[in-house]
């Protein structure tokens, strides 16, 4: 009798840890996959992400969501390029959950849009710092900001005129839309340029990368994430575009990186967006790819260009 209540006993706790094994897999299971876990919060997250815009910002964010979703199987994040421009009106639009963008968004939507770059929450996951490039034979190491103007107005267009090699200088520009010609704009030319006949324009700077290191004669202007050898990284009024430079504020031609959303995220992209800001990432990830962590910058930029020491 004994004997028959724990085979009974055995039989009733088999049964119980058989369902709590199905319901493991349940409501938080698609397709197969469990549920993401956002790690330090123990919570379970999933769903699709959809961010566009700044193709400086773009290397990094890549990098950062395929870290993510390593850490967290059931997301899926997709990143598109189009520049700044883009992807502030994309995610205002709701377009897409995140808008990366290298400019502020009251820079970008103005007028008519002005209501809807209100709407936008501001998500600074780290500073770029863009500096001019050009063709490796081009001939120059430094620039001032008035050999730089007069290039991209036309005035300059010989690489002799400014002490390089007798060259006919090619301009590879950026879009309108895009935020890093905005930043280049403002704080390596200090004024808005129109497009001069003749100059090339690119949507991506891994094409503007691309096109200056082929063309002799180029030059452009890039992220420092994009620079490498096969491209002439220019001094500016004397002073290298380095990350010690820009973090004294030494370096002026500089931004916040910006991952705008349509309000306060869900929960899936907010664990993202907070991923993107832990030591990790801010210590990994960003300085690798030549990125700067904002909390690393000794002056501060607010949205009318204005620098101030912290």
């Keep these: 009798m004994q004997l028959k209540k724990s085979w009974v006993m055995t039989l009733a706790l088999t049964s119980v840890l058989a369902l709590s094994a199905c319901g493991n897999g349940g409501a938080n299971n698609t397709g197969g996959n469990a549920a993401a876990t956002n790690e330090g919060s123990g919570a379970k997250i999933s769903g699709s992400i959809l961010a566009s815009g ?23 994040i997709q990143v598109q390029g189009g520049g700044s421009g883009t992807g502030l009106t994309q995610v205002a639009e709701k377009q897409v959950d995140i808008g ?14 002005a209501e809807k770059a209100a709407a936008l929450v501001d998500h600074q996951v780290a500073v770029v710092a863009i500096a001019a490039v050009t063709h490796p034979d081009a001939g120059v190491d430094s620039l001032t900001k008035q050999q730089l103007l007069d290039i991209f107005t036309g005035k300059v267009s010989n690489w002799k005129e400014v002490g390089g090699a007798d060259q006919k ?64 990284t220019l001094s500016l009024d004397g002073v290298e575009a380095s990350v010690d430079n820009v973090i004294s504020g030494k370096y002026p031609v500089w931004a916040y990186e910006h991952m ?51």
Excluded: C, H, W
């Excluded at 400086?56 to 993510?68: G, H, K, R, T």
């Excluded at 990366?100 to 849009?113: G, R, T």
């Design 54 to 76: 700044s193709t400086a910002l773009q290397p990094l964010v890549e990098l950062v969501a395929e870290n993510f979703m390593d850490k967290n199987a059931g997301v899926d």
């Design 100 to 113: 990366n963008s290298d400019v502020f968004a009251e820079e970008k939507l103005k007028d008519k849009d």
């Design 169 to 232: 200088i090619q301009i590879i520009n950026r879009p309108g839309s895009s935020g890093t010609r905005a930043t280049f704009e403002s704080f390596a030319l200090g004024t808005k340029t129109e497009d001069i006949p003749g100059s090339i324009q690119e949507d991506s700077s891994g094409t503007v990368k691309k096109m200056i290191g082929e063309t002799p004669g180029a030059i452009g202007y890039l992220a420092l994430s994009y620079l490498d050898d096969s491209i002439k």
């Design 260 to 310: 705008y959303t349509n309000g306060e995220p869900n929960e899936t992209v907010k664990a993202f967006l907070d991923f993107f800001l832990t030591d990790e990432v801010q210590t990994g990830e960003v300085v690798e790819l030549g990125y700067i962590p904002a909390v690393k910058m000794q002056v501060t930029r607010d949205v009318s260009g204005n620098v101030t020491a912290k």
